[in-house]
């Protein structure tokens, strides 16, 4: 254990601070601060050395250069038990330095306002990771505190202690500093290597860096004899997987947050309310309903309550009493919400094994890179959030209202099936889903024998296409089981041909100029 006698503080984000600083002051601490830090802690009352008058130089170049100097680094380098440098911090007046309180310049927030370059540039932090990163690595003398988050939990350690901390506390303290300095040095790297000519040119960066934060251990992966860790981004948002409230239930698989993923993912789609039920990985239901929640859950699950059995279920809205005990009639792994009403959770209590999973409110789209692992190396793209904002009308017969509307709820859907997809859809609920098939003839007959299977009919359905007709085949099997409308990305070297045959059979068809494969 190691006795704390003098600290800087230098910290971007105060939270929290004022207290810290208080609470050292309390253990005998004396503090050295910079520009604002200092200030605030001077004006709260704290006793704090400027550290211009500890270095005898002014902060300077409009605060570039203010912690650059020997006596604060040798201080915090200087190994104390190493005789040699003993001396030489003696003979140079430097004091040594126990504790650095610093955390960085909001580089990544910076630029993610959509600062302008020179903007970008004059938030790297030079002096704030060139003093951490010395700290943490002469952890065996200094403590470098670089989380607001663990003030509490030093300043208890330290009054057990009599001011100290224990090796195991600087140790830990050394490792997140690194962490730190990794994630804040891909930012800029990443950054950077999208700007030529003094602007963002391209998102794909020459080489890019990316930092993951493990959140927990899992069993095991896919099958049992694959280990697995569930690691979330190292800037994850609230209401994302890795932030969530398990409120009951097993700890999440592998394969549970693979398909918790898609259900939030599909829900995100609906402003309406919306339940979607995922069997590996694919919806095998999914309904949205203007006139509740538990509607929108009983259509979706009529679609297909074979598949249903042992699925997990996403929703868009606070599930009630009613819902939860509707629910509760099928085996589910999970049911994942925004919110969760008192009564329901006490419902779900009756079944001690569902895992029962509270977002706190639903995530938002928006735009961002995806990452997939090939062997050898990664893919990245974009985040699909095409829309069929531009539709055509490719038919001689235009859809009705009513048909669009079923149109697309479909093609939200089928945004979110395997390849080849096929969706059947009525009244904004799904009626036969075709996932994963080689190719597009066997999905269509697929999503009508589930269908069938159901006790459902595919007659006055739409149906969506996640990808062009490379043949008339599909058209014409949807109208032999009364189909009424088709929408599809269009760009087949056979449009004509598809088209034709839409019309030979009265059926509406509109093109949406993209595709949503997803493989």
Not at 108 to 132: F, H, L, Q, R
Not at 225 to 234: I, L, P, R
Not at 430 to 453: F, P
Request: hydrophobic fraction near 40%; aromatic fraction near 6%.
């Amino acid at each position: 254990m190691k006795k704390i006698q003098r600290a800087i503080i230098s910290v971007t984000d105060k939270t929290g601070v004022v207290e810290f600083a208080k609470e050292l002051i309390e253990q005998g601490v004396e503090i050295i601060s910079t520009g604002g830090t200092g200030k605030l802690l001077k004006d709260e009352g704290i006793k704090v050395i400027p550290i211009s008058s500890y270095t005898g130089f002014p902060e300077m170049l409009g605060g570039r250069v203010k912690t650059l100097h020997p006596k604060i680094h040798g201080g915090i380098l200087g190994i104390r038990d190493n005789e040699e440098h003993a001396k030489a911090m003696e003979t140079h007046g430097i004091l040594p330095i126990d504790m650095v309180v610093v955390n960085l310049y909001a580089f990544e927030k910076t630029v993610e306002s959509g600062c302008t370059v020179a903007e970008a540039i004059e938030n790297i932090d030079i002096g704030g990771p060139t003093m951490i990163r010395a700290a943490a690595k002469n952890y065996n003398d200094v403590a470098c505190v670089s989380d607001p988050n663990d003030y509490g939990d030093i300043i208890d350690e330290m009054k057990k202690s009599g001011g100290a901390l224990s090796s195991k506390t600087r140790v830990d303290l050394s490792k997140k500093v690194y962490q730190l300095t990794a994630r804040y040095d891909a930012a800029i790297s990443n950054y950077l290597g999208t700007i030529e000519d003094e602007k963002i040119s391209h998102k794909f960066p020459e080489t890019i860096t990316v930092q993951f934060k493990k959140v927990q251990g899992l069993r095991y992966g896919e099958n049992p004899h694959q280990g697995a860790a569930f690691y979330s981004d190292s800037d994850a948002q609230d209401n994302t997987l890795p932030k969530l409230t398990q409120h009951q239930g097993k700890e999440l698989s592998f394969n549970n947050i693979l398909d918790l993923n898609a259900a939030v993912t599909i829900s995100m789609e609906f402003h309406e309310p919306a339940a979607i039920i995922i069997k590996h990985n694919n919806p095998c239901g999914a309904a949205m309903s203007n006139t509740g929640l538990l509607d929108a859950y009983k259509n979706a699950l009529q679609c297909d309550s074979k598949s249903a059995f042992g699925g997990i279920v996403g929703l868009n809205r606070e599930v009630s009493k009613e819902l939860a005990e509707t629910m509760s009639s099928l085996f589910l792994e999970a049911v994942v919400a925004p919110t969760f009403t008192d009564e329901a959770l006490e419902v779900f209590k009756g079944k001690k094994n569902l895992r029962v999973i509270e977002l706190g409110a639903m995530p938002k789209q928006k735009p961002g890179l995806e990452l997939k692992r090939v062997l050898g190396g990664v893919l990245l793209q974009d985040v699909d959030l095409g829309s069929a904002s531009d539709l055509k009308t490719a038919s001689e017969r235009g859809p009705s209202d009513k048909e669009l509307t079923d149109m697309l709820f479909a093609w939200n859907i089928c945004k979110h099936v395997k390849s080849n997809a096929i969706i059947f859809a009525k009244d904004s609920r799904t009626i036969g889903i075709g996932a994963g098939q080689m190719s597009r003839i066997d999905s269509t007959n697929l999503a009508i024998m589930k269908a069938e299977d159901a006790g459902l009919t595919v007659k006055g359905c739409v149906l969506a296409s996640d990808a062009f007709f490379p043949f008339r085949d599909n058209v014409d099997m949807a109208a032999k089981h009364g189909i009424t409308a088709i929408i599809q990305p269009g760009g087949s070297i056979r449009d004509e041909e598809v088209i034709a045959a839409a019309d030979e059979h009265g059926i509406a068809m509109v093109f949406t100029g993209i595709r949503h494969f997803k493989h």
